[in-house]
């Protein structure tokens, strides 16, 4: 057990022991995860055989005894934990989802009563704050000198409202313009408390895009592409979400090539390479776009700058675009080095 583990683990105990009766010991401890799962009001009720308001009331107290205790110095041990959080909440921005900051503490990934454990010892901290996890807000915890819980969701949201009128994903710096903060890592730390916010490759943005938070191949490949700016291999893709930041990323090359070829926004511009539809490439063959080609000149185009659109568009060796020029069904040679529609 590490040294801070140890100090953490001795807060617990230390704050448990103000709590003399065995039953509200076991309603905190259950309440908050601290030997297991959390369980609900409704779950300790029934095994205590009290109803589930009884339950909430007796966690209130419970918590605002332990508060008191706090405050008048009643928990040795609790001192050093405080230390160690407010350290490493300073380090990561003064605020910080519980997940991330149990991790850095502990310099390992954290298991749920570790967590939770943390959780428990903010809860009543005279130094920390809290915000409790709901639909919008992860689980969370900050300095208190840094502002209370509604403060805090108060900065949240006001990142979150920036991103939704911007309509498209954010850098830290452009929201820095924005804002005035001391540096882009209080910002970071801030976002990192929303559930409505994501963030990928740099970029923060609302969960449900799929630029920064992709559930799907389809919307991991966007990504890919949309990041490299340039047509790829179907081949290439793969490898590139393999190596990724996603959080699903064992992916095959045929289940690649599959999601391609059905969704509208990849096009197919040459041998399995393909580039994004809103780059201004267009589905069909060939001929097809040397038709739509003609079509918005207007006028008869020399071989040369048929060539030279069509390769804007495709991947494509020039013989065969050449040879999709001798289709006289649907093109007219005008003179010795001029096409038109047939």
């Keep these: 057990m590490t040294q801070n583990a140890e100090i953490l683990k001795n807060a ?64 040795p041990e609790l001192a050093a934990a405080e230390k160690i959080l407010i350290r490493n909440l300073t380090e990561m921005g003064r605020v910080a989802k519980i997940s991330d900051l149990a991790d850095k503490v502990y310099g390992r990934e954290t298991t749920a009563s570790e967590r939770t454990g943390i959780y428990f010892i903010a809860t009543f901290s005279r130094s920390l704050t809290v915000i409790e996890e709901n639909d919008r807000y992860n689980a969370a915890a900050g300095i208190a000198e840094y502002g209370n819980a509604a403060a805090i969701k108060e900065r949240v949201d006001e990142i979150v409202k920036i991103i939704k009128e911007n309509k498209k994903p954010m850098t830290l710096d452009e929201l820095d313009e924005k804002l005035n903060y001391e540096h ?11 559930k409505l916010l994501a963030t990928l490759n740099g970029l923060w943005g609302l969960t449900k895009w799929p630029s920064v938070n992709p559930k799907n191949i389809r919307d991991k490949i966007f990504v890919i592409l949309e990041t490299k700016k340039e047509p790829m291999h179907f081949s290439d893709i793969a490898k590139e979400i393999r190596e990724s930041n996603f959080k699903r990323k064992n992916v095959t090359v045929q289940a690649i090539h599959n999601e391609l070829i059905k969704d509208s926004r990849f096009v197919l511009i040459g041998r399995g390479i393909y580039a994004l539809s809103s780059w201004g490439y267009k589905k069909g063959t060939i001929s097809d776009i040397i038709k739509s080609i003609l079509e918005k000149a207007g006028e008869p185009l020399t071989r040369e700058e048929i060539v030279k659109q069509v390769l804007k568009v495709r991947k494509v060796k020039e013989t065969t675009i050449l040879l999709n020029l001798q289709n006289k069904k649907l093109f007219k040679k005008v003179d010795k080095n001029s096409y038109t529609l047939a």
């Design 184 to 194: 882009p890592d209080h910002i970071r730390a801030i976002a990192s408390i929303s």
């Design 12 to 75: 617990i105990s230390g704050s448990l022991e103000i709590i003399e009766q065995d039953r509200e010991k076991e309603i905190i401890s259950r309440r908050f995860g601290l030997n297991g799962s959390k369980e609900t009001l409704e779950q300790i009720g029934e095994m205590l055989s009290i109803t589930r308001e009884r339950v909430r009331q007796l966690e209130k107290a419970i918590l605002i005894r332990l508060q008191i205790a706090a405050e008048e110095n009643q928990i």
